[in-house]
């Protein structure tokens, strides 16, 4: 019973609406103004349902490696299938809030989080959350803030795992990037108003992308981050 049980689990989620969140836990996310809550959350969320994952291959290993070996290379495993399900809710599924969180290109205005991929205001999937919740951590240490590196770096290897990293978070970070960093660069200019100083700002910037490369990027772009 425990096995039947178990592959009903993988087919109820496959077979679930892409707003039938319950089926993986995302319709209890908190609804926050601070990251920090939306993104441990969905770091428990993924971590639960992995173990359960996990479990459920384990029951079924010997027929998975069997069926998979001898149907082909386009037969996916129980865990290629599970992970598949957990990405597609994650890209679907969507969470109402009236989360704001501050613009990475302006120090006084603020951007509704629903502004990615273009869904109404206070609509989002949970994985444009994710990565707008990412995006003002990053934000919030180049402004000088302690943040939870440790979370960060689950939550992007949590990604990287999803096949989400290069082509939704990447993206995002190199642009948001950009924008903050030619609008310090203009500041810092219209402040010191030499090279010398400009250049040593600039080295101390990229002294720090170095660290947060180590601390949460070193698996995966830090030549992209550093521009090595």
Excluded at 63 to 86: A, M, N, Q
Excluded at 202 to 228: N, T
Aim: overall charge negative; glycine content about 6%; aromatic content about 10%.
């Amino acid at each position: 019973s425990v096995s039947i049980i178990c592959a009903l689990f993988l087919h109820d989620i496959h077979d679930a609406g892409p707003n039938s969140c319950t089926q993986i836990g995302f319709s209890s996310l908190p609804t926050s103004d601070n990251a920090m809550p939306i993104l441990s959350a969905v770091r428990k969320v993924y971590s639960d349902y992995s173990d359960y994952l996990f479990f459920v291959r384990s029951i079924f290993l010997y027929l998975d490696r069997s069926y998979v070996l001898h149907s082909g290379p386009s037969t996916k495993s129980l865990w290629e299938v599970g992970i598949d399900c957990f990405r597609r809710h994650m890209t679907m599924a969507t969470t109402t809030s009236s989360t704001t969180m501050a613009s990475p290109t302006s120090d006084s205005t603020f951007m509704d989080i629903s502004s990615m991929e273009g869904s109404s205001k206070n609509t989002h999937t949970v994985a444009a959350s994710v990565v707008q919740c990412i995006l003002h951590l990053i934000r919030r240490e180049r402004d000088g803030e302690a943040i939870d590196r440790p979370l960060l770096r689950d939550v992007l290897r949590m990604l990287a795992e999803l096949n989400l990293y290069k082509s939704l978070f990447i993206p995002k970070f190199l642009s948001t990037s950009a924008a903050y960093y030619e609008v310090e660069g203009k500041r810092v200019m219209d402040r010191d108003g030499d090279v010398p100083s400009f250049l040593r700002h600039v080295e101390c910037r990229l002294s720090q992308c170095q660290e947060a490369c180590v601390g949460y990027l070193d698996c995966y772009d830090s030549g992209v981050v550093v521009g090595g």
